[in-house]
């Protein structure tokens, strides 16, 4: 399909033109925010089984965490469509940075709302200070990712928001355990109730967040804005890809947050260790970790640089992991996830640079691991469940940049449609926790087993459904940075 976009945004580079700037400082400052979020995205995981002690809570009912906080993804997304759809695309009136601007005013407003809730000991009172956060956090992301994309030619794309979401996923790792170290033990007072320990983090974060906004209203970012007539309707929906796409995140984020967030209390099993919340928020960072490695990995497998870097780079990353891993936490949880990291290695080689093909295999091999700790038991359950996290990996980014492909001033259009999308994560893991209730939280790893399912028949053909082979088009007048 033709689609029209600049040299600044997706057919051409602006580093390949003479005398235009490059985005390297910019990419900089989004690769920071990528980091703060995940750092505090993850806390989801241990306010699960914070709530579930300190409320008397089943499962289903410590899985509205994840129904708030994903819940509110879909419902700003939705509301961002609409208006785009009737009004024109809102991020091509204000621009990418006063989107990501009003999105951490937002997550702020969320954060400090944490502390009158654990003043009145109010679970519902958590779950709108969560859904708050959530609508900031999606308003970020229907800026940032994009915005990402556009600083750079949309062939490197993926390698572009791979690399974005590594850092995410470096806050990811570092958040769990810090985490469950504040919440669990410094916070949590003798006497006190256990949810009174989460009001100071979150206060904290809240500050942080205003502070970033202010950073980013005065930093010397590229504020792209388009200037050409979009007309209103479906836009982005009339694309299969696309469309197809928004499935696949759904089911990628459903699936991420169902497994990211039955760690713990699967690692509590008698028959897998029966390790302390505290002591299982630990391993939970093997999960996340694993998205970093993978993102890493994936953000050079991805990229233009030279044949001989990118397969050093490749090569490099894992052993790095396995012997930091050796180093920090024995000889013993190295082993265990060397033999994860060798499997993603030889994946990457099978992948041959190719987003969708990279899908499709570690959508199979997710599959795989998820049959195993559901049918096995000890050890090699506990590693099959923690190895998931590197094979996430590459997924959000490359179902991401294939969705939104080729669609150039539809782009931001298309962002809040897969941001919508992100209801999976609302809506998968309390069906999940009803799985847990009735048959156990092992075997209640069938719902994301599904999930997966579909992420590898995306990366087969879903990426490329409705596609036109002909060659983009390039229109410089079409995007503008004021």
Same mark, same amino acid.
């Given at each position: 399909?033709?689609?029209?976009?600049?040299?600044?945004?997706?057919?051409?580079?602006?580093?390949?033109?003479?005398?235009?700037?490059?985005?390297?400082?910019?990419?900089?400052? &989004?690769?920071?925010?990528?980091?703060?979020?995940?750092? &505090?995205?993850?806390?989801?995981?241990?306010?699960?089984?914070?709530?579930?002690?300190?409320?008397?809570?089943?499962?289903?009912?410590a899985m509205l965490v994840a129904l708030a906080f994903c819940g509110a993804y879909f419902a700003d997304s939705l509301a961002y469509y609409l208006i785009s759809m009737f009004a024109g695309d809102p991020i091509n009136h204000i621009g990418y940075k006063n989107g990501v601007i009003i999105g951490l005013l937002i997550a702020a407003a969320g954060s400090f709302l944490?502390?009158?809730?654990?003043?009145?000991?109010?679970?519902?009172?958590?779950?709108?200070?969560?859904?708050?956060?959530?609508?900031?956090?999606?308003?970020?992301?229907?800026?940032?990712?994009?915005?990402?994309?556009?600083?750079? /030619?949309?062939?490197?794309?993926?390698s572009r928001l791979n690399l974005s979401q590594a850092f995410n996923s470096l806050g990811t790792t570092i958040g769990p355990i810090i985490a469950g170290y504040l919440i669990f033990k410094v916070f949590n007072g003798p006497g006190s109730h256990g949810a009174q320990s989460v009001k100071i983090p979150y206060l904290c974060f809240g500050g942080v967040f205003l502070v970033l906004a202010v950073c980013f209203a005065f930093a010397d970012l590229p504020n792209f804005i388009n200037v050409e007539h979009i007309p209103h309707g479906a836009g982005a929906l009339k694309h299969p890809h696309t469309v197809l796409g928004m499935v696949a995140i759904f089911m990628y984020v459903g699936g991420e947050v169902c497994v990211g967030s039955s760690i713990i209390n699967f690692m509590n099993l008698p028959a897998l260790g029966g390790l302390s919340h505290q002591a299982a928020s630990r391993y939970l960072s093997f999960f996340w970790g694993?998205?970093?490695?993978?993102?890493?990995?994936?953000?050079?497998?991805?990229?233009?640089?030279?044949?001989?870097?990118?397969?050093?780079?490749?090569?490099?990353?894992?052993?790095?992991?396995?012997?930091?891993?050796?180093?920090?936490?024995?000889?013993?949880?190295?082993?265990?996830?060397?033999?994860?990291l060798a499997a993603m290695l030889a994946i990457f080689y099978l992948g041959s640079?190719? /987003?969708?093909?990279?899908?499709?295999?570690?959508?199979?091999?997710?599959?795989?691991?998820?049959?195993?700790?559901?049918l096995s038991s000890g050890a090699t359950a506990i590693w099959a469940i923690l190895g998931i996290g590197l094979f996430d990996s590459i997924m959000w980014s490359n179902i991401f940049s294939l969705a939104i492909e080729g669609l150039g001033p539809l782009k931001s259009q298309a962002a809040s449609v897969l941001m919508m999308a992100v209801l999976g994560g609302a809506l998968m893991p309390p069906l999940q926790g009803i799985v847990a209730d009735r048959f156990g939280i092992q075997f209640s790893f069938i719902v994301p087993m599904f999930s997966y399912a579909f992420i590898t028949f995306y990366g087969v053909y879903g990426y490329r459904a409705g596609r036109r082979k002909e060659s983009v088009t390039v229109n410089p007048a079409i995007i503008r940075a004021s």
């Open positions: 399909m033709a689609s029209s976009t600049d040299s600044r945004s997706a057919g051409i580079g602006a580093a390949e033109l003479p005398g235009r700037r490059t985005y390297r400082g910019p990419f900089a400052v &989004m690769t920071v925010l990528f980091f703060v979020w995940g750092f &505090m995205s993850v806390w989801n995981d241990i306010l699960i089984p914070r709530f579930k002690d300190a409320f008397h809570l089943d499962y289903f009912q944490f502390y009158p809730a654990a003043i009145l000991l109010s679970y519902p009172f958590f779950l709108v200070a969560l859904f708050i956060v959530g609508l900031g956090f999606a308003m970020l992301q229907i800026a940032a990712n994009p915005y990402i994309t556009i600083l750079g /030619p949309e062939r490197t794309a993926s694993g998205l970093m490695i993978g993102r890493f990995m994936g953000a050079f497998a991805l990229s233009t640089v030279r044949k001989r870097l990118r397969t050093t780079a490749i090569v490099t990353i894992p052993i790095l992991a396995f012997i930091t891993i050796w180093l920090l936490s024995g000889r013993e949880n190295a082993l265990h996830y060397g033999v994860m640079s190719s /987003p969708q093909r990279m899908l499709a295999l570690f959508g199979l091999v997710i599959i795989a691991l998820l049959l195993t700790g559901m």
